[in-house]
């Protein structure tokens, strides 16, 4: 059974996994049938250690892919970030929600396939993509990002070198500004500010109405 599958008679064999951030200390219950049961995934470790380094505080988050709910529940336990966490598997979001009452978090967890149920808006979309549930998968939760963003939101994600990284980051070039914030161990930590396409089509038409301006009053 994939992580992103359900499967009400997979067996259950739960565990715990402990993480520290600074003074900040968390218990995670883990299971059979979920992403990186056995630890912390070191891509989700680095995105959200990276984030707590350069992204903002006291924000709305959107968690795509929360897994057991170790982006979402970090973010805004030491952020102070208002989080959505979003999954597919049953499992994982009742692992969630054990773990937002073991470790004291307000988030607001419920079940969405990518973003079918998402209604609002936010500043920032974060994931770990799960990059073995498929390309069309990973690519939908990254290149559709920007219809649940705030004017000045950010996607931010990670993804390893050899799942295609460089080529995602060269596509969204094409569009957005986009900023690698940490390379290690094959893994990208990327920021991508999805208003910077509104902006550049903004100063496109400034640009045009400009043009045309001259071309009839110039000399």
């Not at 067996?11 to 600074?22: C, F, G, M, P």
């Not at 990186?36 to 470790?45: A, M, P, T, V």
Request: with cysteine; charged share 25%; net charge positive.
């Amino acid at each position: 059974m994939q992580y992103f599958e359900n499967n009400e008679n997979l067996k259950s064999e739960l565990r715990t996994l402990n993480y520290t951030y600074e003074n900040n200390h968390f218990t995670f219950y883990s299971d059979l049938g979920v992403f990186s049961k056995d630890k912390i995934d070191l891509g989700s470790r680095l995105l959200v250690e990276t984030y707590f380094k350069y992204g903002k505080k006291s924000i709305k988050v959107l968690d795509v892919g929360c897994g057991y709910g170790f982006i979402g529940i970090t973010l805004n336990k030491v952020m102070d970030a208002n989080v959505d966490m979003i999954d597919i598997n049953d499992r994982a979001m009742h692992l969630a929600k054990m773990n937002q009452k073991e470790n004291k978090a307000v988030v607001n967890i419920f079940k969405s396939n990518i973003y079918e149920n998402i209604t609002e808006k936010y500043d920032c979309i974060i994931s770990n993509p799960p990059i073995r549930a498929g390309k069309s998968v990973y690519l939908t939760i990254i290149n559709e990002a920007p219809k649940y963003l705030n004017p000045s939101g950010e996607l931010w994600f990670v993804m390893r070198t050899n799942h295609g990284v460089k080529t995602v980051i060269k596509n969204l070039k094409a569009k957005y500004s986009v900023e690698i914030l940490k390379k290690d161990m094959g893994y990208y930590i990327v920021k991508v500010l999805c208003a910077w396409n509104i902006m550049r089509f903004y100063y496109l038409h400034l640009a045009l109405l400009f043009f045309s301006w001259y071309t009839l009053n110039g000399d």
